[in-house]
T-cell receptor, first 114, second 111 residues
């Protein structure tokens, strides 16, 4: 079956603009998580959605937001972009119903803010 | 904040040698997972070990878990150039399903 699909793969934005990234989870997966990864920083958890509800949230400013649709697809939005927002944004999906679920990652969206 | 701490941060070995990476964590966990990330790509799940397990194998991978020391190790035997990647451990420690990630170990296999 198809894996986690993220679009776009690469994008360049200007400071102050906003950006929307999209994630289509594996069919049947109801949990979608978003992560930010910058060089040398590891994975920073943004938020997790399950059945259209935000279930967990990381320590990011309110400029970072997300949502999940009834078909489990998810989007994340970053408003008023800053240079420091340049990163690889990873989406991951899982069945999400219990501890120990394997999560499956997409290939990520590379965001460059200039 | 990060719960897992991988050690070493970077490791460079010759092809054919064994590679060992360690992960330490701070609180009690339900499970610990290891993932691999090739440069600039998404992460791929390698293996999950539950808190009541001590050792698990998958092909050339061997994972151990010592809950008394709050640490885990990932051993890759007979390394290959294709094993060059970053390796992350992730723990989940409560019922909110959120994984806590370490900073990763960058493994380089020299041909």
């Amino acid at each position: 079956k198809a894996g986690v699909t993220q679009t776009p793969r690469y994008l360049i934005k200007t400071r102050g603009q906003q950006v929307t990234l999209s994630c289509s989870p594996i069919s049947g997966h109801r949990s979608v998580s978003w992560y930010q990864q910058t060089p040398g920083q590891g994975l920073q958890f943004l938020f997790e959605y399950f059945s259209e509800t935000q279930r967990n949230k990381g320590n990011f400013p309110g400029r970072f937001s997300g949502r999940q649709f009834s078909n489990s697809r998810s989007e994340m939005n970053v408003s008023t972009l800053e240079l420091g927002d340049s990163a690889l944004y990873l989406c991951a999906s899982s069945k999400g119903q219990r501890s120990g679920n394997t999560i499956y990652f997409g290939e990520g969206s590379w965001l460059t803010v200039v | 904040s990060q719960q897992g701490e991988e050690d070493p941060q970077a490791l460079s070995i010759q092809e054919g040698e064994n590679a060992t990476m360690n992960c330490s964590y701070k609180t009690s966990i339900n499970n610990l997972q290891w993932y691999r990330q090739n440069s600039g790509r998404g992460l791929v799940h390698l293996i999950l070990i539950r808190s009541n397990e001590r050792e698990k194998h998958s092909g050339r991978l061997r994972v151990t878990l010592d809950t008394s020391k709050k640490s885990s190790s990932l051993l890759i035997t007979a390394s290959r150039a294709a094993d060059t990647a970053s390796y992350f451990c992730a723990t989940d420690m409560d019922s909110n399903y959120q994984l806590i990630w370490g900073a990763g170990t960058k493994l380089i296999i020299k041909p």
